[in-house]
């Protein structure tokens, strides 16, 4: 049976995203909310939600189509990884701003670990953490997981994320989108590092500001066929890379990306690597200047 279900418009840097409006599935919709829920409910009644995601995926099918609605003002405390292993289920957080589903991570874990295939994951928050060295917000292995509209702050007192996103062994055609992070006080390593030699990773209009002691972006293994493209990355952190590409020297395009940074020059605010292709990159390295193109043109 087709089921209809409507939902509030979701958006970002005024754009509709996937998943907004209406949405169309043969599967089972369940709902999950702190507030008034209950695991004991059934969860495919708004008014007689889930009290928690963990407990919406437990009664949720892979790969039938179901969805798990979140509703605004949930909030949860994660103490342990939520691992999300069953394939297809699409999770969406419903609500703007503040307003957003909230995760907070208190210990030194992956808050999220993304195992199953063809997840999306939409419309979350994960405030700074309630535990020093926290390892991740979200981690991927899953193959074809959609990260979408994702708000994440990395730090606001002397407790740290060290990553916020990681790519795992398996997470080929993974899509990162729309997603936003700050971070002040304490650096983390990464916003997103490409853990492995995944395949066909996408990461385009997301926006990262902060101090991160490796680079906003960087890769750890040699991923092939990525595509980076229109996204704002800042790195605050002295003598130190917006982008780099040298560990795996990684393959792909990075296009139409703004870069600031506060290397040693403008050139090595992003680090190339050998296998990457560059097309539109502006980068500055000081406060209120205008970036340049880099890396350097191709000569022939």
């Not at 409006?21 to 059934?42: A, D, H, K, P, Q």
């Not at 405390?77 to 907070?104: H, N």
């Not at 990681?166 to 971070?183: H, I, Q």
């Amino acid at each position: 049976m087709l089921t209809k279900v409507n939902l509030p418009g979701l958006i970002n840097n005024g754009n509709s995203l996937l998943g907004a409006g209406t949405l169309f599935t043969t599967g089972t919709v369940f709902y999950v909310s702190s507030t008034t829920g209950s695991n004991g409910n059934l969860g495919t009644d708004p008014a007689f939600p889930k009290a928690t995601i963990a407990g919406a995926q437990s009664a949720a099918t892979a790969s039938q189509g179901d969805i798990v609605v979140v509703l605004p003002g949930h909030s949860e405390t994660l103490t342990a990884v939520l691992t999300l292993s069953k394939a297809g289920v699409k999770y969406i957080g419903l609500g703007e701003g503040l307003l957003r589903p909230t995760l907070t991570i208190n210990g030194a874990i992956d808050g999220v670990n993304i195992t199953g295939a063809n997840i999306t994951f939409e419309n979350f928050q994960f405030p700074a953490p309630g535990t020093d060295d926290q390892t991740a917000d979200i981690n991927v292995t899953g193959a074809g997981v959609t990260i979408r509209n994702t708000y994440h702050i990395g730090s606001t007192t002397s407790k740290n994320k060290t990553d916020i996103i990681t790519v795992a062994s398996g997470a080929n055609d993974l899509l990162v989108e729309g997603v936003v992070c700050y971070n002040t006080v304490v650096d983390c390593v990464s916003w997103l590092s490409l853990e492995a030699a995944v395949a066909r990773a996408t990461i385009r209009n997301c926006t990262v500001q902060g101090q991160f002691s490796t680079a906003v972006l960087m890769d750890e293994a040699t991923a092939t066929l990525v595509t980076i493209e229109d996204n704002l990355f800042k790195n605050t952190k002295a003598a130190t890379a917006v982008v780099t590409f040298t560990t795996g020297n990684s393959t792909g395009v990075m296009r139409r990306n703004d870069c600031s940074g506060r290397h040693t020059t403008i050139a090595s605010n992003i680090v190339p690597g050998t296998g990457m292709d560059f097309f539109h990159n502006y980068v500055v390295e000081e406060a209120a200047l205008n970036g340049i193109l880099i890396p350097a043109a191709d000569a022939d």
